[in-house]
């Protein structure tokens, strides 16, 4: 942890110092979001700090405290370009980036690196080209192209997934298949969301962090408070080409007066018409789990009405 606090506190490493221009996606994005104690104002960056340190004792049960103000800002010059992924991971969920790149974090590349090359666009083949190229799944035998209609039906349902789970309670789980799965979703359903909220990915691994951004992208953020009901549903996956990130949908008025927590680093809620009856929210979670996409059975609303 010595080297996450190192990093969080700008320590900035000697090429960083080279090459340090302004963050000004990173800014932005704390600009953008509300301040959790001064209504009509952004988020300050103390404010920032303190979410993003309770976060991290939240999901980890560790203590890191070296992230301040002072930080914060040493991030927006753009003197710490590539924190480390725990933190990385905390700045996503407290400021609502979906990949490190959407808050300005890129891996640092010393002069003379073999590591990322520049792209050669002269031989890429044309969209007609691409449309004619048969899909050839990265296991298979080069001898034997997959049929693109049978890659398709292969992604409609998954057997076997691999979910990871940060839940309300703080606890971090994984299961593996679908009968282990649908018993986690049913526990979480049971799990009163007051402060917190919880998380899952759903793939053929475990969730990580990659340089890209993290993988699986499939994601769902759920608030359950099982006294009222009710539970609510955010999705978020950019492989979907209509909403990549929606919120449940209840058409019914008047809406439920319940208020699920929508980010607990925040305090942000879930807007009153994401609030859908526990049962359906069950239907799509297993849904969601057979398929990695976004259910059918509820409706959706677009994130941008919250």
Not at 162 to 175: C, E, Q
Request: with cysteine; hydrophobic share 30%.
């Amino acid at each position: 942890m010595a080297r996450d606090d190192e990093r969080a506190s700008g320590h900035e490493t000697h090429t960083q110092k080279q090459s340090a221009e302004p963050n000004v996606k990173f800014r932005t994005a704390r600009e953008s979001t509300p301040s959790a104690t001064t209504p009509g104002y952004s988020m300050s960056r103390a404010e920032l700090a303190e979410a993003v340190n309770k976060y991290l004792w939240h999901t980890t049960k560790k203590v890191y405290n070296a992230l301040d103000a002072r930080a914060i800002g040493r991030y927006e010059r753009g003197q710490i370009q590539w924190p480390t992924a725990v933190y990385r991971t905390a700045f996503r969920a407290v400021l609502g980036g979906q990949t490190d790149s959407d808050l300005g974090f890129y891996p640092i590349v010393r002069e003379g690196s073999t590591a990322r090359v520049p792209i050669d666009t002269s031989s890429k083949p044309s969209p007609e080209e691409i449309q004619h190229t048969e899909c050839v799944p990265s296991n298979a035998p080069l001898t034997v192209p997959a049929s693109p209609l049978n890659m398709a039906e292969q992604h409609e349902e998954h057997e076997r997934p691999i979910v990871t789970a940060s839940l309300t309670t703080g606890v971090v789980r994984v299961t593996h298949g679908m009968q282990e799965s649908v018993r986690l979703i049913d526990e979480v359903l049971t799990l009163d969301h007051v402060d917190w909220e919880t998380t899952l990915y759903v793939g053929d691994v475990e969730y990580h962090s990659t340089e890209r951004g993290p993988y699986p992208n499939h994601q769902l953020r759920i608030s359950v408070r099982p006294s009222a009901g009710f539970a609510a549903l955010n999705y978020t996956d950019h492989d979907d080409p209509e909403m990549p990130v929606a919120n449940s949908h209840n058409p019914t008025n008047p809406h439920p007066a319940v208020d699920l927590i929508f980010g607990g680093a925040t305090g942000k809620v879930f807007p009153r018409t994401a609030a859908i009856p526990i049962g359906e929210a069950r239907e799509a979670l297993r849904e969601w789990l057979r398929t990695w996409k976004r259910p059918t059975c509820i409706e959706w609303q677009s994130y941008d009405v919250y």
